[in-house]
T-cell receptor, first 112, second 111 residues
């Protein structure tokens, strides 16, 4: 699986967009980019995933560069409840169990 | 719909004792997983199961065993607990390999 690199921490003002970057320069053509988040002491929560096209759902948008070597997770209007550790994971999409590798992620602090 | 439940919520265990962490899902997902998370670190995969009757080893399987007798249940057993197994344990499930749903976790302390 491709390795990912994320900044250890970021701050964001409430109501502003939070843009969380992820580098995955060794990604291969059949690997997807997944984002999960973990709010303090809870189990991780799936946010979004994509292959090469930009994706949007009710939680966030995922922007993947054309060369697929990096991506950005965008929370359009961050709230205090978005304070969490955000994990970027690169993995082949399979029809069987997907063994995700969680790094240390980015700790996002949303402030008043 | 409960999703994934784990039991117990927390446990303090003497070293050398046997312990089984329980995990049940009601989503009829084929795949299930066990992760551990040590303080300040990301999650590490212990064991997984593609479907009932099959299991596989993850990144840190030593000292742990699992079984998958049916679709819904995926217990994790520590045959003889050691202090280094003090951690928070998360169970997860997924329909095929797309999106994993996590349980609330079990906080285990081995003294």
């Amino acid at each position: 699986d491709a390795k990912t690199t994320q900044p250890p921490s970021m701050d964001c003002a409430e109501g502003r967009a939070a843009n969380l970057p992820c580098n995955h320069s060794t990604i291969s053509g059949n690997e997807y980019v997944y984002w999960y988040r973990q709010i303090h002491s809870q189990g991780p929560q799936y946010i979004i995933h994509g292959l090469k096209n930009n994706e949007t759902n009710e939680m966030a948008s995922l922007i993947i560069t054309e060369d697929r070597k990096s991506s950005t997770l965008i929370l359009p209007h961050a709230t205090l409840r978005d304070t969490a550790v955000y994990y970027c994971i690169v993995r082949v999409l399979t029809g069987t169990a997907s063994k995700l590798t969680f790094g240390t992620g980015t700790r996002l602090q949303v402030m008043l | 719909i409960a999703g994934i439940t784990q039991a117990p919520t927390s446990q303090i265990l003497a070293a050398g004792r046997r312990m089984t962490l329980r995990c049940t899902q009601d989503m009829r997902h084929n795949a299930m997983y066990w992760y551990r998370q040590d303080l300040g670190l990301g999650l590490r995969l212990i064991h997984y199961s593609n479907t009932a009757g099959t299991t596989g080893k993850g990144e840190v399987p030593d000292g742990y065993s699992v079984s998958r007798a049916n679709t819904d249940d995926f217990p994790l057993t520590l045959a003889s607990a050691v202090p280094s197994q003090t951690s928070v344990y998360f169970c997860a499930s997924s329909r095929q390999g797309i999106r994993q749903y996590f349980g609330p976790g079990t906080r285990l302390t081995v003294l």
